[in-house]
C-alpha cells in the first residue's frame, strides 16, 4: 500500500513532503492536525504527508519521496524541536528541512499542556490557522 501513495505522490516537479512531530501533547496534536489540513485539504498538489516514525524507524517506503524532495517541510509543535531532531539523526537530509514552530503561530494560554485542556473546537482553530499559514508560505 505505502508502494502505491508514493507512486500517486511521486510527481514533477516533486512534492513537498510535510511531517508533523506527532507529539502526544496539546502542541504536538495541533501540529498533527495542522499538517493533516495542509497537506489534505489545502495544498493536495504541491505537498505529501509523510509518516514521521515510519521515517524515524527506517524501511519506510514513504523515505523516498524525501529523497527525491528539494525540500521538506517539518511541522513541530513546540521550541523543542524534537521530531527534526529525530529525523535528522536518521536520515541525512539537513538542508532539506525547514522548521516550522506551530505554537508561534497561534495565541493560546502558554500553560496549557495536555489534549484534554482544550475544547476540541479551539484545537482545530487553532490547527486551521496554523494549516492557513503553512499552505500560504508554500
Ligand atoms: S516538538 Fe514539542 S510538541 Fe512536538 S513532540 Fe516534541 S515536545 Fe512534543
Do not use: W
Request: aromatic fraction near 6%.
Amino acid at each position: 500500500m505505502a508502494k502505491g501513495y508514493v507512486k500517486k505522490h511521486s510527481t514533477t516537479p516533486p512534492k513537498i513532503p510535510v511531517i508533523a512531530c506527532e507529539g502526544s501533547c496539546l502542541r504536538g496534536e495541533i501540529a498533527r492536525q495542522a499538517v493533516n489540513i495542509a497537506t489534505y485539504k489545502l495544498s493536495p498538489r504541491k505537498t505529501v504527508r509523510i509518516c514521521f516514525q515510519g521515517i524515524v524507524g527506517g524501511g519506510c517506503e514513504e523515505a523516498v519521496l524525501i529523497e527525491r524532495a528539494e525540500k521538506v517541510l517539518f511541522v513541530e509543535g513546540c521550541a523543542l524541536k524534537c521530531g527534526s531532531r529525530l529525523v535528522r539523526g536518521a536520515m541525512e537530509i539537513n538542508a532539506k528541512i525547514d522548521v516550522v514552530v506551530a505554537d508561534q503561530l497561534y495565541d493560546f494560554n502558554r500553560n496549557l499542556f495536555g489534549i484534554d485542556e482544550m475544547p476540541e473546537e479551539e484545537i482545530k482553530a487553532h490547527a486551521d490557522k496554523v494549516a492557513n499559514k503553512l499552505a500560504e508560505d508554500l
